[in-house]
Every structure is written in C-alpha cells, then in structure tokens.
C-alpha cells in the first residue's frame, strides 16, 4: 500500500475526470459502495476457490463476530447495492463505480495490496450489443487519456452448463500429462481447471496449446451471441484478436470476456478487463438479470502515462500575491477573493505566514506562478497592485485594482 503525493495527484485527477466525462458521453451514472461487505458475498460471487478469495482476501471477524473482507473488486458490492436498493426492477441500468480494492498479492509494478479501479456495469441487457457498447466504450477511455498501441483480447466462456462440459474433457486431457504441470497447475485441476489455461509458466502454456478449445465447445446460441459481438466490432474498426485462453480469474463471468493488455507492465499486462455475468444476480439473492461490465486499474493506466510522458503538466498558480504590512496581508486575502469571483477557474496563491518581500518572492518563483502581485505601502495608499511577470519579458507595473481582472484575463 503507498502514499498519493501531490507530484503525482494532478495525474491521477487527469486520468479519473476524462474517464467520468466518456462515461457521461454513454450515458452512465455514479454509484457508491462500502469498501466494507459482507465476506459471504465475495465467497458467493467470485468463487469460493479462487486465488482472490482463498490467497488475497484481507477478512477478519469484528465485534459482532461477522466476517467482513475489505473489498477486492467492485462487481459483487455493485450487484448487491442494485439488489437491495431496487434498481434492478424492470429497468435498464448502466452504473460506474470507483474507489480503492484490497488484495494481499506480491507487489509488482502496477500492482500493490491497496489498489484502484474504475468500474462499469450494465444491468438488463441481454444481447451482445451491450457487450460491444462497454468493449467500444472502454477503447474510448483508452484513446481518451492518450493511450495507444494496447492489444484487445476476446474470448467466449459459453454458458455454465457448455463450461461443466468442457471441464470434464479438459480436466481428462491434462489428467494424462499430469506429471508436465507445475505445483500451481496440479492444485487447479481439482479445484478450478480453467485457470490453467491462463497460465503464465512456458511449459504449461505449451501444453495449453494443444488442448481442447472451449471455443469448440460453445452451444449455438452462445455462439451467435459472439460472432454477432465481433461482427460490431469489425464494423466500427476496432482491432482486436480472439484469446482461447482467455478465462479471467473470477468464476462469475459467462459468455463475453475480454482484455486490454500491454507488454509494458511485465507479468501485470492487464490494464481494462471485463465480461459478462449472466447469472450473477440471481446467485446473490435477486431476480434473473443479464450484466456485463469491466474495470480499468488506474495505477496500471498511470504509470503507462508516465512513462510515456503523456500525462499534462502538473498545475501551478497562475498568480502569487506578496505584500509587506499587517493591513496588506487582510487586502491580499480579500483581493484574492474577489478574483476568484471574477475570474473562475483562476489559480491565485496569497503569502501566509510572514516574511519581508524578497523571502516572499523566493516563495513565489518556488511555486511556479505566472505572475507575482505586489501590495506594498503605497499599493495601499494609491489603490493600486504592482505585477510582476516571473516567467516572461513584460515590464513590471502598476495598474489600478478595478482594472486588474481585465488585465489578468487577457494575460492567462
């Protein structure tokens, strides 16, 4: 877990306020839930033998001896607040979420025990067409923040009963070459087979290669559903490749799944992930409800934009206001008021705390502003403000403080 520092909080502002402004451009509202839940709901939903919950689950029982577990994705706590809030009552639904998750992993690059994602979901759409609409819009995000070159991955789980089936006949393949599997593998063909597919040891990789194909194994319905979802996706342009291995990591997702990975983050290449989750609501308690949805993790998508060189530069004022005096401290505080009024979104710092002016100045040329505003004694006297440029050619003057806003505007 790690510290935001100021140096780096003007990045992660850029990359959340683009994000929220493509979602308002499709039509998604906010939603907010407890980092808190109920242990149960994420041994329901993701899978009570998965890694997250088996491996990473921060849980501890509190006063009243309930388990609780500090939230380690954003779905399961999304669904339950539809659920028991009546959102889901014959109605279409598109939320977003964001806020911290905890998982007790090895930190990587990209990856700490306290992370950060941006979530969406859908509620009441069963088509592919909803599938396409989250797939396009999370390429938007990306494009958005000044990401490019990410590859999408797609792939078809099929429904539980097509996955049941699959299972038994992949299970049988890797029973027969057992003794090839690493430690990790062997554990996972008792208790989540699929998981090996997404391995990342070489060995087992290559002998993924040559198992059944869960592609292969689909029903025609959930076939149909994906061609018709990469048939919307080859019309609007978007590149993407078909990943046979590609299972995700939580046992809820059904049919559509799909990644944006990136060489540039080593083993953590997952920056946006997501899929569908048909059956989700009603196994935690609601009425049948399709869903899809995806998160994006926003450390990952940071640290590429730094390393890229791509986020903006980091704000600074746009004024830095010193004065000499007792009664010019109390007018640089009100006169940095009334800009504000005149002037929204203006970046004004006022000197607090002392000091003779050339101190002040040092201040001011330390925090980046544009401009220093100089209320001095006879400022006081004459109604006047003395600009200072501090980063450009324009000669220092005086002008009358009814004329300053006029000036400023035309300067920033």
């Not at 025990?113 to 859908?122: D, K, M, S, T, Y």
């Not at 063909?189 to 040891?201: G, T």
């Not at 004694?377 to 440029?389: A, F, G, L, Q, Y």
Request: charged fraction near 25%.
């Amino acid at each position: 877990m790690n510290d935001l520092l100021p140096e780096r909080s003007g990045g992660w502002q850029f990359v959340e306020n683009t994000l929220i402004r493509v979602l308002a451009g499709y039509g998604y509202e906010e939603v907010r839930t407890p980092i808190l839940e109920s242990t149960e709901l994420f041994e329901r939903s993701i899978g009570a033998v998965t890694d997250i919950v088996e491996k990473e689950m921060y849980t501890f029982a509190d006063r009243n001896g309930d388990r609780l577990t500090l939230r380690p994705e954003g779905t399961a706590g999304c669904v339950r607040a539809a659920i028991e809030n009546g959102l889901l009552r014959n109605a279409a639904l598109r939320l977003w979420y964001r806020g911290p998750m905890f998982r007790h992993e090895r930190p990587q690059k990209g990856r700490y025990r306290q992370f950060h994602q941006l979530g969406v979901e859908a509620f009441g759409f069963v088509g592919p067409d909803i599938d396409a609409e989250l797939i396009l819009m999370s390429a938007r995000m990306l494009q958005a923040v000044g990401l490019t070159g990410l590859r999408l991955e797609i792939n078809s789980l099929g429904t539980p009963e097509v996955r049941a089936r699959y299972r038994a006949e992949l299970v049988s393949y890797l029973s027969a070459r057992e003794a090839s599997l690493d430690e990790d593998s062997r554990r996972r063909l008792v208790s989540n087979p699929l998981r090996i597919l997404d391995s990342k040891n070489p060995e087992v990789q290559a002998l993924v290669a040559d198992a059944p194909r869960l592609l292969d194994a689909l029903d025609e319905t959930s076939r149909a559903h994906f061609q018709s979802l990469c048939s919307v996706l080859d019309s609007a342009g978007l590149s993407y490749v078909v990943n046979p291995c590609l299972v995700r990591g939580l046992d809820y997702y059904t049919r559509t799944v799909f990644e944006w990975v990136t060489t540039d983050l080593g083993a953590q290449g997952a920056v946006c992930a997501g899929g569908r989750f048909d059956q989700l609501v009603e196994q935690l308690g609601g009425t049948p409800t399709p869903a899809a949805g995806f998160a994006l993790g926003l450390e990952r998508l940071v640290v590429l934009l730094e390393e890229r060189r791509l986020l903006p530069p980091p704000e600074v004022p746009h004024l830095y206001i010193v004065h000499l005096g007792e009664e010019a401290a109390r007018s640089a505080l009100v006169l940095a008021e009334t800009l504000r009024d005149a002037l929204p979104g203006m970046r004004a710092l006022v000197h607090c705390g002392g000091g003779g002016l050339k101190a002040q100045f040092r201040h001011a040329d330390k925090s980046g502003a544009n401009f220093a505003l100089v209320i001095g004694e006879s400022e006081m006297v004459n109604n006047t403000v003395t600009i200072k440029d501090l980063r450009g050619a324009l000669p220092q003057q005086t002008i009358a403080r009814a004329d300053l806003s006029a000036f400023i505007s035309t300067r920033l």
